[in-house]
């Protein structure tokens, strides 16, 4: 069964600290892996999508790395702002048939305090 | 606008009700997907319209469940003899697609519909 996995459930850091958030994915075959941040109350947007040959991709203060072999991704956050505070959600996408059905983690909910 | 559009944002009925959410998708975009988002949960697929291609309601929880796309543009999900296991966030997206699908698009999302049932 595809899942995918991230940790930890929950964080809170101070605000200007760097933080990781990880995420570990069963899904096979692979297509792409796709990091969202959703704040409160409103849809998840679209921080990076990675294709199995990417290993790392940056979108300003963010930067998404991939193992592929060991089927890991973290999502590093610099310099973080309060604005930074929402629920970061790994979602992975097989390939084949039926591969538009993403598979999503169940998120990370960051809260980043003065 | 430029996003997803969904209303109501917000919807409170009785249990045993028929609602109806709908979504407005992204001009252009032929690929439009719903999902259930429940607290503490990941989102759910529910069904997915590509074109004019049958949709996949592989994802539809039971037969009281229902979506139509009208045009290829808005969509519209039904639920119907609603249950209070049925309150949850419902979002819709919309992507790009092209023949048998463009998979590294990103999907647009809407802030969704939630939807209590008392």
């Known amino acids: 069964k595809n899942q995918v996995e991230q940790s930890p459930q929950s964080l809170i850091i101070l605000e200007g600290k760097n933080c990781t958030l990880q995420?570990?994915?069963?899904?096979?075959?692979?297509?792409?892996l796709r990091w969202y941040k959703q704040d409160t109350g409103r849809g998840p947007v679209s921080l990076t999508i990675m294709t199995f040959s990417e290993n790392t991709k940056s979108n300003g203060r963010y930067t998404a790395t991939l193992d592929a072999d060991t089927k890991q991704s973290s999502l590093h956050i610099t310099a973080s702002q309060l604005s930074d505070s929402a629920s970061y959600i790994c979602v992975v996408s097989g390939s084949g048939a039926g591969s538009y059905q993403l598979t999503f983690g169940k998120g990370t909910k960051l809260s980043v305090i003065p | 606008g430029a996003g997803v559009s969904q209303s109501p944002s917000n919807k409170v009925t009785e249990k045993g009700k028929d609602v109806e959410l709908r979504c407005d998708p992204i001009s252009g975009h032929t690929a439009l997907y719903w999902y259930r988002q429940s607290l503490g949960q990941g989102l759910e697929f529910l069904i997915y319209f590509q074109g004019n291609s049958a949709p996949d309601k592989s994802g539809l929880p039971s037969d009281r469940f229902s979506a139509e796309r009208t045009g290829g543009s808005v969509s519209t999900l039904t639920i119907q003899r609603t249950q209070q296991e049925d309150s949850a966030v419902y979002l819709c997206?919309?992507?790009?697609?092209?023949?048998?699908?463009?998979?590294?698009?990103?999907?647009?999302f809407g802030d969704g519909t939630r939807l209590s049932i008392l």
């Open positions: 997206a919309s992507s790009l697609g092209r023949g048998a699908l463009n998979l590294n698009q990103p999907q647009h």
């Open positions: 995420c570990n994915y069963t899904v096979s075959p692979f297509s792409n």
